[in-house]
T-cell receptor, first 115, second 113 residues
Framework: DQQVKQNSPSLSVQEGRISILNCDYT??????FLWYKKYPAEGPTFLIS?????DKNEDGRFTVFLNKSAKHLSLHIVPSQPGDSAVYFC??????????????FGAGTILRVKS | DTGVSQDPRHKITKRGQNVTFRCDPI?????LYWYRQTLGQGPEFLTY????????KSRLLSDRFSAERPKGSFSTLEIQRTEQGDSAMYLC???????????FGQGTRLTVV
């Protein structure tokens, strides 16, 4: 039962253009969403997050959009740089400040930024 | 503090042997998580500690797996009688009580031959 889905296994983008990575979820209890970036042989690195009370969060070149009615979120990277080439994971959580927040991850999207 | 630290980075073991991995979280974080990642998949939750208490375990965590966090600082994950299906990247993450963002270590790559 995949509660978080990233339907595009890979994406190739030209340097300087926009990269859009998509993520869908099925569990309506999720109320916090995160994006992680992962290079080979390293652990995931936190990028950006968004609470379900918002529909947009921006941090530099990275913007995450959340559409709760569609249970869909997307990560926009603009402009894309060759160093952005990595695997990007979408993750979701049901926030519980008392008992912690386990993350449910998608399978990831490989982003290749061509120079 | 340099972040979450895991040891060893790589482990090759023969089937049937026991292995133990260590995780040192970010020092001010009271929450610690173990995840497992296999090729082509995202990390899957295994277990979670708040301070020294193990509060949740995934059904993925069979009886051969045990995790501890004595004194609420570092944590160990032990796998007994390893099987080839245990081959994976084992990731540790930590977070503070106030934040949902988890910060990951570099992982331990286990290969069971």
């Amino acid at each position: 039962d995949q509660q978080v889905k990233q339907n595009s296994p890979s994406l190739s983008v030209q340097e300087g253009r926009i990269s859009i990575l998509n993520c869908d979820y099925t569990n309506s209890m999720f109320d916090y969403f995160l994006w992680y970036k992962k290079y080979p042989a390293e652990g995931p690195t936190f990028l950006i997050s968004i609470s379900s009370i918002k529909d947009k969060n921006e941090d530099g070149r990275f913007t995450v959009f959340l559409n709760k009615s569609a249970k869909h979120l997307s990560l926009h990277i603009v402009p894309s740089q060759p160093g952005d080439s990595a695997v990007y994971f979408c993750a979701a959580a049901n926030i519980n400040m008392e008992y912690g927040n386990k993350l449910v991850f998608g399978a990831g999207t490989i982003l290749r930024v061509k120079s | 503090d340099t972040g979450v630290s895991q040891d060893p980075r790589h482990k090759i073991t023969k089937r049937g042997q026991n292995v133990t991995f260590r995780c040192d979280p970010i020092s001010e974080h009271n929450r610690l998580y173990w995840y497992r990642q296999t090729l082509g998949q995202g990390p899957e939750f295994l277990t979670y500690f708040q301070n020294e208490a193990q509060l949740e375990k995934s059904r993925l965590l069979s009886d051969r797996f045990s995790a501890e966090r004595p004194k609420g600082s570092f944590s160990t994950l032990e796998i007994q009688r390893t099987e080839q299906g245990d081959s994976a990247m084992y990731l540790c993450a930590s977070s503070s009580h106030e934040s949902a963002e988890a910060f990951f270590g570099q992982g331990t790559r286990l290969t069971v031959v």
